[in-house]
């Protein structure tokens, strides 16, 4: 699909879905599920012509690929968007209204340098921002609502700050989400601070 910014009408391309199921897929530590068949569009995007920030879903389909010629000549030399990266969702912070949102996708963000094994891209200063993102955000969570509790026990996980994460997982009392709670003490009492 090819797509144009809002702000300058610069025109990029979108993959489509061949397929939309979760066959295989994980569910990280973070919270986040990643599956082969079902690939991510990032939520927001800088354009690459104008640095404007948009979110994706308010960028104009203008045509499919195939039909790109009539509207675009020389469409192939259009390039692929690309996920923001660690940095640009540090940039998107201060132009989101829901910073609890902006604050996760950060964590995410960095995350995904550790789970696609690109972990030699991250900087000492990168490291900095993530773990004060991570304070931030587990200020913002709730802790009366499990999945909020679970993050800000991931949170302080990665943080080394075990005790206070422990603490957190021990006030889950839902049955469902016992293996969850297991399997974070577990790793917890382990010393493991690195996603899994």
């Known amino acids: 699909m090819i797509i144009e910014c809002p702000h300058c009408g610069h025109p990029a391309k979108k993959r489509t879905y061949f397929s939309y199921n979760t066959f295989g897929a994980i569910l990280w530590s973070d919270g986040k599920q990643t599956a082969p068949m079902k690939p991510e569009f990032p939520p927001f995007l800088f354009c690459k012509k104008c640095d404007n920030f948009f979110w994706l879903k308010d960028a104009r389909e203008i045509c499919t690929e195939e039909d790109s010629e009539k509207f675009y000549p020389g469409t192939e030399k259009f390039e692929f968007i ?31 340098l550790v789970r696609n094994k690109k972990e030699e891209e991250i900087t000492p200063e990168m490291k900095k921002l993530h773990e004060e993102n991570l304070f931030e955000l587990s200020d913002l969570l709730d802790e009366d609502d499990e999945n909020e509790l679970i993050t800000k026990a991931e949170a302080f996980r990665c943080l080394g700050l075990l005790g206070m994460s422990e603490s957190l997982l021990e006030k889950i009392t839902n049955p469902k989400l016992t293996w969850l709670k297991d399997k974070f003490l577990d790793e917890i009492r382990n010393g493991n601070r690195k996603l899994f």
């Open 82 to 112: 690309e996920s923001p990266s660690f940095m640009d969702h540090y940039r998107a912070l201060e132009l989101m209204n829901n910073v609890k949102y902006a604050r996760s996708l950060m964590m995410y963000s960095f995350n995904d």
